[in-house]
């Protein structure tokens, strides 16, 4: 990389200001240039709340919370003066959920050469699932500046992303949101002297509360990466917020980072009609001042109820006072010419209330925007007490929402006014739909467990104005079960536990229902049906073979055959096969939806090792349901051989046996001298060796259970041979064999007797 030429000490300068960074613009991430002073007033725990124009910047995938558009500005005073900061931003929603947005920022360093810094967003953002819950936002920046001693500027292009997520609210009302955002990904500025350098990224994790529609508590977590100019750095931002009637709000922040100490920042604003006027004071960061940040941000003309008629002022006249005094209605006085339940036009009517009619020879009437900009004009000689209109303007186009004003003027013969009238009068269209979502469609219930929650989700309603609504649920019969209901704003979700009267739903059909409805009475109507479907789970697993040889042509596996009820309500299954005597997991097979009727394994471990020989594993098969309800079946025993000796490595000697009541894993008293004996001849005679114990069982007991068994006994031999006789474990292999190679007939009790045994194999190394 090149060095700067000449000019270069302006820039160490500027890099003595901002212990951080070159250019505050760029680099200084960590401290009182951020962006907006509702956002600073929270000390920058914003990327989770963002919802305004200024989401540009701070995460773009917040744009899509806007309802309309808006314009906004900001004057910062940084740092004691040090650094001058101003910024122009707007952003509004965009057909199909989308939203866009722009933001302009210039820096002035007015005590360190005069660097002069601009940064330009245009950003996008878009709905990722269906509900919208997540987000996707992602920007452009355009960086530019120079440095007029210097005779030095630059110029830079990056990219920025941001990913915001509404989790399931706890309950109506309430929202608990998510962010990761992802900054300079690859912002890289060039110089005209040929220097070039990278803008160190950044990547911040946030989250923010809202208890209510008032109140907002966030946390942002932060990282900035290494630069030419600047170290690694960590932040944590804490801001919280309440507003009061929805017109005062105050709120406060603390941030610390790796770089600076600690500082608290406060914020007030006030909001009135359309209009945000913000205020924001960030204290000391490393002792360079306090910063200062005044924002003021403007909506596009909102809806609102018709104004009242004003009492009529007089234009010019010749008289003192109109010679008529008249009264005009409009009815009604909110129509909707887009067609809905709303009437599709209005009638002005004319009332007099005092005066000689026969003195008006023409008359004239005007329809007028909130501007003063005139829609419409009739004018006319002979009186009339009805003025239809449908909402056209006087090309033919219908007119915008909003609330018009019509003027009646009556004159006489020398164009003097004898008198005039106003009324008020809204234009609205039809109340926006709205869609309901049940999730699940499909409610399994299973015994003895808690129904999961079901989830009503509204989509299209940040569409809608505030609005009473309510939801119900009904049987399929129309039988009212439960009803939820409430005024101003419809919540994205409502969850709710099917249980009346202390029981669950029965099976069968189910319609939910939301009806919302304005103050105009105008109605909007969805539903969605589901289903309650009780569910009795089964699972069965089996094996083969459930003593594997190691050794057998062309390869071991155990094949395991699954028999699962109900298979189409699976939404996942696992078989984990764990040590027998330690319980860590060795393998774990599983899958996504219903599992196939048959799993192999093929005896290998979590990390592709070949199990050992002689090894005893417990089997289970797992089934997630849909709604996560996980079930679990009964144990199944498998295990390896111990393998066959070849005679030409090794000596393979029986030493003794033991044998074992019916059904049980006792050593029985008289057997213990003949271990004793066994172990005398190993520790006497053996240097190079091992231990094979083998166990079994008759074919009357432990049915089904003989793997087990016949293990267990092979290992209480072995807690014997170690404890009592001191052979070290690591010389000694167990295995069960079941039923399998009896001694004797399993015909008499004597020859079962038998067959219940535990064996000792000497296998001596050459």
């Excluded at 963002?50 to 995460?59: I, P, Q, R």
């Excluded at 690694?232 to 406060?252: C, K, N, P, S, Y």
């Amino acid at each position: 990389m090149r060095r700067p030429g000449s000019g270069w000490g302006w820039l160490l300068a500027a890099a003595l200001l901002w212990p951080q960074a070159l250019n505050a613009g760029l680099y200084e991430k960590g401290g009182a240039n951020g962006l907006g002073a509702r956002a600073m007033g929270m000390a920058g725990a914003y990327t989770a709340v963002a919802g305004d124009e200024t989401a540009v910047a701070w995460n773009p995938a917040g744009l899509g919370d806007l309802s309309a558009w808006r314009f906004g500005t900001s004057f910062g005073s940084l740092y004691d003066g040090r650094l001058r900061v101003v910024n122009f931003a707007a952003g509004g929603p965009l057909p199909a959920g989308a939203a866009a947005g722009f933001n302009w920022q210039h820096e002035y360093f007015s005590q360190a050469a005069e660097i002069n810094a601009d940064a330009l967003h245009l950003a996008g953002s878009l709905p990722f699932t269906p509900d919208e819950r997540l987000r996707l936002g992602a920007g452009l920046k355009f960086l530019f500046g120079f440095i007029p001693k210097a005779e030095l500027n630059y110029s830079g292009l990056g990219v920025d992303v941001g990913l915001r997520y509404l989790l399931p609210a706890p309950a109506p009302g309430q929202q608990l949101a998510v962010s990761l955002t992802l900054a300079d990904l690859d912002t890289r500025l060039a110089w005209n002297n040929g220097f070039s350098e990278q803008v160190p990224q950044s990547a911040v994790l946030g989250s923010a509360w809202r208890p209510d529609a008032s109140t907002v508590a966030a946390v942002d977590l932060e990282w900035i990466g290494s630069g030419q100019q600047a170290r690694e750095t960590r932040l944590l931002r804490l801001g919280v917020e309440r507003w009061f009637q929805d017109i005062v709000g105050v709120r406060a922040g603390y941030m610390v980072n790796s770089s600076y100490a600690s500082t608290f920042t406060f914020g007030a604003g006030v909001r009135v009609a359309d209009w945000d006027i913000q205020y924001s004071l960030v204290g000391q960061i490393a002792e360079l001042g306090w910063s200062h940040r005044l924002a003021a941000s403007y909506g596009l003309p909102q809806l609102a109820p018709p104004a009242p008629t004003p009492e009529p002022t007089p234009a010019a006249a010749p008289a003192a006072r109109p010679e008529i005094k008249l009264e005009l209605l409009a009815l009604p006085e909110v129509f909707s010419p887009r067609g809905g339940t709303l009437t599709d036009s209005v009638v002005f009517q004319l009332k007099l209330m005092e005066g000689d009619l026969s003195l008006v020879h023409h008359w004239r009437l005007t329809v007028a925007r909130s501007d003063g900009t005139v829609a419409r004009e009739w004018t006319g000689q002979e009186y009339t007490e009805q003025f239809p209109w449908d909402g056209k303007d006087q090309a033919g186009s219908l007119c915008p929402e909003g609330t018009y004003q019509a003027r009646l003027e009556l004159f006489d013969a020398q164009n003097g006014l004898l008198g005039q009238a106003l009324a008020a009068v809204l234009i609205r269209s039809a109340l926006p739909g709205i869609a309901l979502q049940v999730v699940p469609k499909r409610l399994l219930v299973f015994a003895d467990r808690k129904p999961q929650t079901l989830y009503f989700r509204t989509r299209q309603a940040e569409n809608l104005p505030p609005v009473r609504w309510t939801l119900s649920v009904r049987s399929r019969e129309g039988r009212e079960l439960q009803t939820f209901s409430g005024e101003g704003k419809v919540p994205r979700e409502i969850p709710w536990v099917p249980v009346l009267a202390g029981r669950t739903l029965d099976e069968g059909g189910y319609e939910a229902v939301m009806v919302v409805t304005d103050e105009q009475g105008q109605a909007q109507s969805a539903g969605q049906t589901f289903a309650v479907v009780p569910v009795e789970p089964k699972i069965r697993m089996e094996a083969a073979p459930r003593l594997v040889d190691l050794k057998a042509k062309g390869g071991a596996a155990v094949t395991f055959t699954l028999n699962i009820a109900p298979k189409e309500e699976v939404s996942s299954w696992k078989v984990e096969i764990r040590g027998a005597e330690d319980k860590n997991l060795v393998r774990r097979l599983a899958g996504a939806g219903s599992p196939p009727a048959r799993v192999v394994w093929n005896c290998r471990d979590q990390n592709g090792q070949v199990v050992g020989m002689g090894s005893y594993f417990q089997t289970q098969a797992t089934v997630t349901f849909a709604g996560a309800f996980a079930f679990t079946g009964p144990m199944l025993a498998v295990g390896t051989d111990v393998g066959v000796e070849e005679t030409a490595r090794a000596l393979a000697l029986h030493l003794t046996l033991v044998n074992f009541a019916s059904g049980s894993t006792t050593i029985q008293v008289g057997d213990f001298r003949r271990l004793q004996q066994a172990a005398e001849t190993v520790n006497k005679y053996a240097t190079k060796y091992r231990l094979q114990i083998k166990g079994y069982t008759d074919t009357q007991e432990a049915k089904g259970q003989e793997l087990e068994l016949a293990w267990e006994r092979a290992r209480k031999v072995k807690e014997y041979l170690h404890y009592s006789c001191k052979i070290p474990t690591d010389k000694m292999e167990i295995v069960g064999y079941g039923a399998r190679l009896p001694l004797a007939p399993e015909t008499t009790p004597a020859g079962r007797a038998k067959n219940r045994r535990a064996e000792i194999v000497l296998i001596i190394q050459k």
